[in-house]
């Protein structure tokens, strides 16, 4: 039996990190075991669902990496929900049922009220056919109801461990609606039965909603996958992240800077008990990979730890690594270049600045002429190695007297126009003679 898994988003909105670590798990998880991905779109709400967001989708997820061997698309699939449903008719499974919403509101109260749990409380199976039919005569449209068996659902959760749920503690689940559509219930466990999705890994929202599930899968002839449950990311005072989830989509967080692979070496260790540490391949990431891993813990997600995964990230990539990076932001940097800089960089557009200084002009900060122009004067002839810099800058400081940061600061001024910068035996060979000279005398260059 082929691992399978899948990662079903519904396109209402975009992904933001509390999305992207379950289908980060999911994509691990399905490597790791030579299994397939399948990218299932959850579109069956019409009104809410919309193409810009599902192609966000699709985009986001290539930026992380995570390919699918197969997209489907709940909305093309409709006849497989109303066969099952109808199957399901035919058992026994599925009832109509005649209320309201306000009908189902009244008894909910009258529940809590009364001090019991607000489970269905089964009227409508005993309807009687005249009154069925007083109901249809008025315009009442039915919606359906999965009828849950009594007893214990039990299932092993590969997060949480055994669970077990009573099934008289569940009110039936609605899975057709009254107009005729399904609800998420029945079209994700159609989907998960007919696509042979062998591990169901999402988030603990849906706990409540498994025990259902697996009845369901069970009514439909079907085995029911695995179940992996993770804890939802909570912000660092350990809130849900909902409010901020706007400044936390993927593509916020690309656009701030952040290095797809900075994203998923946290999300591929948060709630594990595994050393954060930035991961340059998805490779590694599966290597590491042990759904046995994840804790019941709420991982606490920080915007902060994250700026400092990327920077570190940046350190530690190579330049093969970076190169395609570098050429995104439009950069023709070469391995010099990149093993000069990378150090200072805390998002790759910051290398920017630095082929700048490096291959561009610099209003350079001169801060005593006669000195500068004296260093100029020193400059070796090229060729230009990282041992240049110790020759030049011994003989500026034999004939100035000047050591230290007497010595070397105003030589970074007026070379980078900065005040900080990576180490300048190496950019000064990428800076070039006739750019360091005219720097040196005061002249843009
Ligand atoms: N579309 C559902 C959601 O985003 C999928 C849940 C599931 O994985 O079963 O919550």
Known sequence: MTVTVRFA????????????????????????????????????????????????IGRDLAWLGLAWDLKVSQSTREDLYEAAAERLKAAGRLYACYETPEELEYKRKRQLARGVPPVYDRAALTLTAAERQAFEAEGRRPHWRFKLEDGDVRWNDLCRGPCHYHASHLSDPVLVRGDGTSLYTLPSVVDDADLGITHVIRGEDHVTNTAAQIQLFLALGATPPQFAHLPLLTDTAGQGLSKRLGSLSLGELRASGIEAMALNSLLAKLGTSDAIQPRQTLDSLIAEFDIGKFSRATPKFDPLELEHLNARLLHEMSFAEARPRLQQAGLDGDEAFWLAVRANLTQMNDAKDWWHICRETVSPVIEDAAFASQAADLLPPEPWTADTWKGWTGAVQ?????????????????????????????????????RAAARLRGDAA
């Open 9 to 56: 988003p519904s396109p209402t909105g975009r992904l933001h990190v509390g999305n992207a670590r379950p289908a980060l798990i999911n994509w691990l998880f399905a490597r790791k075991q030579g299994g397939r991905f399948i990218l299932r779109i959850d579109d069956t709400d019409r009104e809410r669902s919309r193409q810009d967001h599902e192609e966000a």
């Open 398 to 434: 034999q004939i100035s007297g000047r050591k230290g940061r007497e010595l070397f600061h105003p030589l970074r001024l007026a070379l980078t126009g900065r005040e900080n910068g990576p180490e300048l035996k190496t950019l000064l060979p990428l800076i070039g003679r006739s």
